[in-house]
Structure formats: C-alpha cells, structure tokens
C-alpha cells in the first residue's frame, strides 16, 4: 500500500463480515468491469466471499434497497477508484454510504485520478502500473482488517 493513513473510517475499526454477509463489496464502474471481475475471481480463490454487481442492478429498480443490503452486510468496501468512477453517482454513493456506516475503505488507484477528498489520507492499493502488486496490496490490506 502507498504510505497514507489506514483506510477505514473512524469509529469501528473491528467491524467485519456478519455471518451470513460478504468479505468484501466491490465498487466499480461499468467501464472497470473485467477489472473488477479479475479481483472477484482472485479473491474467491482466495477463499474470500465477494459481492460485485455484475447483473447491472444500478439500470434496473433494485439498486437502492440491493446496494444497501450488500453493503450492510460486507466487511470490507473495495473502491476501484479512476477517472470512470470519479463521475459515477453510484460509486461516489456506495463509499459515501460506507463511509457514513463506518465500513471499512479500501482504495484501490486504476489510473492517475486523485482519491476524493474524504479518502485522500488513505491507504490505497496502486493497481496503476502492475495488477500483481496493486493486488498483493489488496490481499494484504484484506488479511490485516
């Protein structure tokens, strides 16, 4: 990870994931897509238990309602953070709402777009120049929180 600060929120630092929810929620843009499938399917290997919305709930009426369940039950929001998710509503909701439930944040840079404000003294995985070590970062930062 970049040196910034540990990227969960303040208040809850041992939250985790409930018995019958996710490790991990990822949130993506539409544009990021086969990157967010290439860390679904390296977490499941893992043995990690991932929520990624594949089935495009953000373009049908299950969004708000099935994003929150998901988000409620996860123990970690993974943010693929780039210029695509910088503009996507529901990306900026889905860490908002993370942030604001003390879930914990783990940023993750696909290009050279700053983290936002609220998240710029985090840790972030750097997926910027190499997947292996953005996601070496990703599989540590999940193993410590």
Same mark, same amino acid.
């Given at each position: $990870? !970049? ?20 490790d991990a929620?990822?949130?993506? =843009?539409?544009?990021?897509?086969? *990157?967010?499938?290439? %860390?679904?399917? !390296?977490? &499941?290997? $893992?043995?990690?238990?991932? #929520?990624? +919305?594949?089935?495009? %709930?953000?373009?049908?009426? @299950?969004? %708000? =309602?099935?994003?929150? !369940? ?6 970690? @929001?993974?943010? @693929? #953070? =780039? &210029?695509?998710? !910088? ?11 993370? #942030?604001?439930?003390e879930i =914990?944040?783990?940023?993750?840079? %696909? +290009? /050279? ?8 003294g985090y ?13 070496? /970062? *990703? ?7």
């Open positions: $990870m !970049e040196d910034r600060r540990q990227g969960k929120a303040p208040g809850n630092p041992e939250k985790g994931k409930t018995p019958e929810g996710w929620f990822v949130s993506h =843009s539409s544009a990021d897509d086969d *990157l967010a499938t290439r %860390l679904e399917q !390296e977490l &499941q290997g $893992m043995g990690l238990n991932i #929520w990624v +919305d594949h089935s495009d %709930l953000r373009r049908r009426g @299950l969004l %708000l =309602s099935a994003l929150q !369940e998901a988000l409620l039950r996860c123990g970690h @929001l993974v943010l @693929l #953070w =780039s &210029q695509a998710a !910088e503009q996507s509503r529901y990306v900026t909701a889905e860490w908002n709402f993370a #942030w604001n439930r =914990s944040i783990l940023p993750c840079r %696909l +290009d /050279q777009t700053l983290l936002p404000l609220g998240l710029a840790l972030y995985c750097d997926f910027r120049r190499d997947f292996k070590a953005g996601f070496s /970062q *990703l599989k540590e930062a999940l193993r410590e929180g």
